[in-house]
């Protein structure tokens, strides 16, 4: 079945207490959706339930949790199947990013990043899918990847591993659950003004330099809105798009990426020459 409208429809969101999570409840809740949320930070999630309920939007079930554990994922999904049915949309949007030089990267950096942003979206959809497919009424998936997972970007060894892993999931999904009806959507976000701007770790690096602070301005401004990434993510749903762009550059970038091989490279190289500048000493 494909989704025309988010009018009653069941929708499953995680990383809704901020950022893109935050924004894609808001604007479903708008549209009509039925909604079940989940984050790990448990006052800014209530303040998003509120918010969405005084607005008069539906949340007919909210938890707070890590989807890097199972259990929970599993105990959540069985409180929702046995008391709501299965989902209609499946939204994996909760991520962390940790970013670092090889020589930097510690062991539980790896994990870290694995178990949230690529074992997480998997907990969901081991939950949640064989239920959706066996109510046969089609359905749609979003996972939530990245440019990380479109480009070798210098620095992005751990987390381009979870978010190329979950394209690779996806790719394989896209197909494998097309004949059950149900839609995938890979959705591969550029710069987004979000929380994780001021969070993101990078190993070996002052945060406080001058030139990473530099770079973090330059990121704000040229960066989209949770909202307007929202809108792109609902959009796509709607339309039953695979690959999902919150902004151009991003779309411009994977084509040029597949045309034009040699200057990928190059531009690649020197992005990586002026990160590595900043571990030298000054």
């Given at each position: 079945m494909c989704i025309s409208s988010l009018q009653d429809k069941k929708c499953f969101i995680t990383g809704?207490?901020?950022?893109?999570?935050?924004?894609v409840a808001i604007a479903a809740a708008a549209q009509g959706a039925e909604l079940f949320l989940t984050d790990i930070n448990a006052v800014q999630l209530e303040?998003?339930?509120n918010r969405i309920r005084q607005s008069g939007g539906r949340i007919s079930a909210f938890r707070v949790m890590d989807i890097a554990d199972f259990p929970a994922v599993q105990d959540f999904a069985h409180d929702i199947l046995a008391a709501h049915g299965s989902p209609d949309i499946l939204m994996n949007i909760a991520g962390i990013s940790i970013w670092g030089s090889i020589e930097n990267l510690e062991h539980h950096h790896w994990r870290r990043s694995i178990e949230i942003n690529l074992m997480g979206p998997i907990h969901v959809m081991e939950c949640f899918l064989p239920a959706m497919i066996k109510a046969g009424?089609?359905?749609h998936l979003v996972n939530v990847s990245s440019a990380a997972g479109l480009f070798g970007l210098p620095w992005h060894a751990a987390y381009s591993a979870s978010k190329f892993g979950l394209r690779g999931v996806s790719?394989?999904?896209?197909y494998d659950l097309k004949r059950h009806?149900?839609?995938v959507s890979l959705v591969c976000p550029?710069?987004?003004?979000?929380?994780l701007v001021d969070t993101i770790e990078i190993m070996g690096v002052d945060?406080?330099?001058?030139?990473?602070?530099k770079l973090k301005q330059h990121f704000q401004r040229h960066?989209?809105?949770?909202?307007?990434?929202?809108?792109?993510?609902?959009?796509?749903?709607?339309?039953?798009?695979?690959?999902?762009?919150t902004s151009m550059d991003i779309a411009v970038g994977y084509w040029f990426q597949r045309k034009f091989a040699w200057p990928y490279e190059f531009v690649m190289r020197q992005l990586n020459n002026r990160l590595h500048a900043l571990t030298k000493p000054r």
């Open positions: 809704a207490a901020s950022g893109i999570g935050k924004a303040s998003v339930v009424r089609g359905g790719e394989v999904l896209r009806g149900i839609g550029g710069g987004v003004n979000t929380g945060s406080n330099d001058s030139e990473v602070q960066a989209v809105t949770p909202e307007k990434a929202a809108d792109a993510i609902i959009k796509g749903v709607l339309a039953r798009r695979y690959m999902v762009f």
